[in-house]
């Protein structure tokens, strides 16, 4: 069965630091998102992207905030300077068309120190 | 915007006895509503999923849901389950008519313990 695949599983950053995680969608969807999950809290959308833009996005993602698909096969996820509130389970999902139904990767714990 | 209601965090049960973890949402306009299971270290997996037609939904490993438009309501059950089920499970929903939003808001998530 096709997977979303997530690198890397676990990431440990200075506060400050630029990160990127990294996505590999499912290859024939058209529609990409990143969602995070803070320990013990609900999971929140980030961003959506679809045709190379950025189609919606939370309060959440703000300027530190990037996503790009630099290729035809990764999505990525930039923060620019983290902050010690970054840490958190970052999930990257992927669609065949909006509304039907995510695929979601297996997370990056990311731990901003 | 929508609001996800997951009334219980923590659903302890004995294997093979059934169990319904309880979701409200916010809107009482149509809405596209999903369950989704976390396994521990892993990422989120559609369980169900409800678009139109049918109230009662079926989805994977024995699970179903029944949307109840008049109660706001999109409880999940199993009618007996399984060691393997413990997991976090998450109600999620989206209001794409009327110029909403196709992403869907998620509830806090409802840890389901089963016991041998």
């Known amino acids: 069965e096709p997977e979303v695949t997530q690198t890397p599983s676990h990431q440990v950053t200075q506060m400050g630091q630029e990160v990127i995680l990294r996505c590999v969608p499912i290859s024939n969807h058209l529609y990409f998102y990143w969602y995070r999950q803070i320990l013990g809290q609900k999971v929140e959308f980030l961003v959506s992207f679809y045709n190379n833009e950025i189609s919606e996005k939370s309060e959440i993602f703000d300027d530190q905030f990037s996503v790009e698909r630099p290729d035809g096969s990764n999505f990525t996820l930039k923060i620019r300077s983290t902050k010690l509130e970054d840490s958190a389970m970052y999930f990257c999902?992927?669609?065949?068309?909006?509304?039907?139904?995510?695929?979601f990767g297996s997370g990056t714990r990311l731990t901003v120190v | 915007a929508q609001s996800v209601t997951q009334l219980d965090s923590q659903v302890p049960v004995f294997e093979e006895a059934p169990v319904e973890l309880r979701c409200n949402y916010s809107?009482?306009?149509?809405?596209?509503l999903f369950w989704y299971v976390q396994y521990p270290n892993q990422g989120l997996q559609l369980l169900l999923k409800?678009?139109?037609?049918?109230?009662l939904v079926k989805g994977i490993n024995g699970f179903e849901a029944e949307f109840n438009k008049s109660q706001t309501s999109f409880h999940l059950r199993k009618p007996s389950v399984h060691i393997s089920d413990t997991a976090e499970y998450f109600c999620a929903v989206s209001d794409p008519r009327r110029g909403g939003s196709y992403i869907p808001t998620f509830g806090r998530g409802t840890s389901l313990i089963v016991h041998p």
């Open positions: 999902a992927s669609s065949e068309a909006e509304g039907g139904g995510y695929t």
């Open positions: 809107s009482s306009v149509s809405v596209y």
């Open positions: 409800y678009l139109s037609g049918s109230t």
